[in-house]
């Protein structure tokens, strides 16, 4: 059975390659999306690829994805710094979780600095722009071959 991995996008990164592009980038969401398909291909994975700006979407995504999924990527945005309830659907999840984030969050507003997914990720990719996603994959492949 081939693994599938869930890469899930949460609020304004519908905008990409035109919100704040000296932030997070000029490439767009199909873009990366497009990358993560072709990575997940040459990985062996299998791809769910989805964004909502609505918390509870997020959520009934990840929920689905106990059943469906044996990994999840996440980009929770805005999301990171606010939503335990996304930590606690994550928490539900029993298969690896990578956070994503286009920018160092960590170089930005102090109050991006504090993440929530953190607490519930096994690994975090930060800074690295649209190829974090792809690093995020490797990574997943990595912990499902164990």
């Not at 918390?55 to 939503?83: F, G, K, M, W």
């Not at 979780?97 to 102090?110: A, D, G």
């Not at 519930?120 to 800074?127: C, F, L, P, S, Y």
């Not at 722009?129 to 990595?142: I, K």
């Amino acid at each position: 059975m081939t693994p599938r991995v869930l890469v899930l996008n949460g609020p304004n990164l519908n905008l990409l390659g035109r919100r704040r592009p000296e932030i997070y980038g000029a490439r767009t969401l199909a873009d990366i999306e497009a990358a993560c398909r072709a990575r997940a291909q040459a990985l062996g994975l299998a791809l769910d690829f989805a964004q909502s700006n609505a918390e509870h979407e997020l959520i009934d995504r990840i929920h689905a994805a106990r059943e469906t999924a044996q990994a999840i990527v996440i980009n929770p945005a805005a999301y990171t710094h606010t939503s335990i309830a996304i930590l606690d659907a994550l928490e539900t999840f029993e298969g690896p979780v990578v956070e994503v984030h286009l920018s160092n969050i960590h170089k930005r507003e102090p109050f991006r600095h504090r993440s929530y997914v953190s607490l519930r990720a096994d690994a975090v990719i930060a800074g690295c722009g649209a190829q974090g996603y792809e690093l995020a994959l490797e990574r997943v492949a990595a912990l499902l071959r164990g």
